[in-house]
C-alpha cells in the first residue's frame, strides 16, 4: 500500500497567517493527489484535486502544489473559518490511501 | 442539487451482518462512480471501494481490507447505492459514508454519513 505521511499532526496559526500543510507518499503518485476539509460531525470537503485544481467553490486562498512525492497545501491569509481536520488522500493505486490528518486551530 | 443519503446503520454484533443503502438525487446516476468510505471515531478516513457507471459496466474495486466481505452495488432503477457488510468485527466501528465525483475525478459530493457499531 502507498504509505501518505502528513504533517504536522497538529498546527495552531493566527488570523491572516500563512500555514503550509505537507503529505509526503511512499512512492510515486504522479498527480493524483487531493485535499479535504473536515469540520466536526461534517463529512470531508474537496478543497484540491489533482495535487493543484481548485475545486468548485474553495476561496482562492487554499492552493495546492507538489514537489517529486511530497506535496503541499497552502492556506494563505488564514480565516476563522478554516479551522478543522485536513487530509490528503492518493488515488494512484489501490488501496487509495488518506493521510493521518492534521488539526489546525486558530489562535 | 446533488444529494446523498445513507441509511441502514445501527448496532450489530459481531460476526453479524448489515446494509447500508444511499439515495442519491440530483444528478444522473447511471452516469457515475460511486464510492463507499469509512471513519472511525477520531481517525482518517478510509476508502472501501467503488462501482462504476453504466459506461464501465458498474464493476466494482474494492480495498483489500474489506474485499471477501463487504459488496458494493447499486440499484439503478431506484437511484440506490448499497453496502452489504458481512461478518462484521469490532474494527469496523465507524460512519460510513457514500459518496460520488461529479466534476473532478475524485470524491466531491459525500452523504452526511451513517453510523454503524459493532458490539455484544
Known amino acids: 500500500d502507498i504509505q501518505m505521511t502528513q504533517s504536522p499532526a497538529s498546527l495552531s496559526a493566527s488570523p491572516e497567517e500563512i500555514v503550509t500543510i505537507t503529505c509526503q507518499a511512499s512512492?510515486?503518485?504522479?498527480?493524483?493527489l487531493a485535499w479535504y476539509q473536515q469540520k466536526p460531525g461534517k463529512s470531508p470537503q474537496l478543497l484540491i484535486y489533482?495535487?493543484?485544481s481548485l475545486a468548485d467553490g474553495i476561496p482562492s486562498r487554499f492552493s495546492g502544489s507538489r514537489s517529486g512525492t511530497q506535496y503541499s497545501l497552502k492556506i494563505s491569509r488564514l480565516q476563522v473559518e478554516d479551522t478543522g481536520i485536513y487530509y490528503c488522500l492518493q488515488r494512484y493505486s489501490n488501496p487509495w490511501t488518506f493521510g493521518g490528518g492534521t488539526k489546525l486551530e486558530l489562535k | 442539487e446533488v444529494k446523498l443519503l445513507e441509511s441502514g446503520g445501527g448496532l450489530v454484533q459481531p460476526g453479524g451482518s448489515m446494509r447500508l443503502s444511499c439515495a442519491a438525487s440530483g444528478f444522473t446516476f447511471t452516469d457515475f462512480y460511486m464510492y463507499w468510505i469509512r471513519q472511525p471515531a477520531g481517525k482518517a478516513p478510509e476508502w472501501l471501494g467503488f462501482i462504476r457507471n453504466k459506461a464501465n459496466g458498474y464493476t466494482t474495486e474494492y480495498n483489500p481490507s474489506v474485499k471477501g466481505r463487504f459488496t458494493i452495488s447499486r440499484d439503478n432503477t431506484q437511484n440506490m447505492l448499497y453496502l452489504q457488510m458481512n461478518t462484521l468485527r469490532a474494527e469496523d466501528t465507524a460512519t460510513y459514508y457514500c459518496?460520488?465525483?461529479?466534476?473532478?475525478?475524485?470524491?466531491?459530493?459525500w452523504g452526511q454519513g451513517a453510523s454503524v457499531t459493532v458490539s455484544s
Open positions: 512512492q510515486d503518485i504522479g498527480n493524483w
Open positions: 459518496a460520488t465525483r461529479i466534476t473532478t475525478g475524485v470524491m466531491d459530493a
Open positions: 489533482s495535487a493543484t
